[in-house]
T-cell receptor, first 114, second 116 residues
C-alpha cells in the first residue's frame, strides 16, 4: 500500500514569507505527526493530530501551526519565515487508536529560507 | 522533561564487525523505546521497539533490551553489512496522566558507515 506522501519535496522561500506543507497519511491511519529535523537540534516534535483534533504540541512558537482534514490529510503552516526555519520537515502517520503505535514516516519536505 | 542521549558518531566499522550504539533515556513513568533507521535519501523506518522493562526488540539481526535499572536501550548487531550504513535514532514515547502523549522524543542520531 502507498506510504506517507509529503509535498512539496523541496522548496525555497525568503524571510518573512509563509509556507504550507502537505502530508497524506497511509490509508486507514488517523494520526498524523510533524517533526522538524535540523543538523543542530536533531528531530523535534511539532504537533500530532488525530481525527482532526490536536492531541499534543511541541515547544515551537505560534508561527508554526497545523490542521488535519476529515480524510486524515494534514497540513502545516509556518508564517513569517526565519532563517532558522530551514529544515527537513517530516510527517509521520499511525493508526492512532493503540498506544504506542508504530510511526510511518514520509521522506520529508526540505525547506530552505534565504 | 523526556530526553534521549545516544552516542556521538560517526561510527565506522568493517563488514562483519560487532556493532553497539549506546542509548540512555530520562522519562517519567514507563515509556516505550524505539530504534529508527534513516537510510540516505529516505524517511525514518522503525527498526525495533520494546514496550516494557526487560523486553528485547529484534529485527534484521539488530537487538536492543529495555533496561529500566540503567535507563538504557543499547542497539547491537553481531555482524554488520555494508547495507547497514545509515543514521540510527533512539527514541522514546512518553506518557502522561492520560497514557501515551503520542510524541516521540529522539536522540541526535548516530551515523554508521560500514566499509567492505
Amino acid at each position: 500500500k502507498a506510504g506517507v506522501t509529503q509535498t512539496p519535496r523541496y522548496l525555497i522561500k525568503t524571510r518573512g514569507q509563509q509556507v504550507t506543507l502537505s502530508c497524506s497519511p497511509i490509508s486507514g491511519h488517523r494520526s498524523v505527526s510533524w517533526y522538524q529535523q535540523t543538523p543542530g537540534q536533531g528531530l523535534q516534535f511539532l504537533f500530532e493530530y488525530f481525527s482532526e483534533t490536536q492531541r499534543n504540541k511541541g515547544n515551537f512558537p505560534g508561527r508554526f501551526s497545523g490542521r488535519q482534514f476529515s480524510n486524515s490529510r494534514s497540513e502545516m503552516n509556518v508564517s513569517t519565515l526565519e532563517l532558522g526555519d530551514s529544515a527537513l520537515y517530516l510527517c509521520a502517520s499511525m493508526v492512532g487508536t493503540t498506544s504506542p503505535g508504530e510511526l510511518f514516516f514520509g521522506e520529508g519536505s526540505r525547506l530552505t529560507v534565504l | 522533561g523526556d530526553s534521549v542521549t545516544q552516542m556521538e558518531g560517526p561510527v565506522t566499522l568493517s563488514e562483519e564487525a560487532f556493532l553497539t550504539i549506546n542509548c540512555t533515556y530520562t522519562a517519567t513513568g514507563y515509556p516505550s523505546l524505539f530504534w529508527y533507521v534513516q537510510y540516505p535519501g529516505e524517511g525514518l523506518q522503525l527498526l525495533l521497539k520494546a514496550t516494557k522493562a526487560d523486553d528485547k526488540g529484534s529485527n534484521k539481526g539488530f537487538e536492543a533490551t529495555y533496561r529500566k535499572e540503567t535507563t538504557s536501550f543499547h542497539l547491537e548487531k553481531g555482524s554488520v553489512q555494508v547495507s547497514d550504513s545509515a543514521v540510527y535514532f533512539c527514541a522514546l514515547s512518553g506518557v502522561n496522566s492520560g497514557g501515551s502523549n503520542y510524541k516521540l522524543t529522539f536522540g541526535k542520531g548516530t551515523l554508521l558507515t560500514v566499509n567492505p
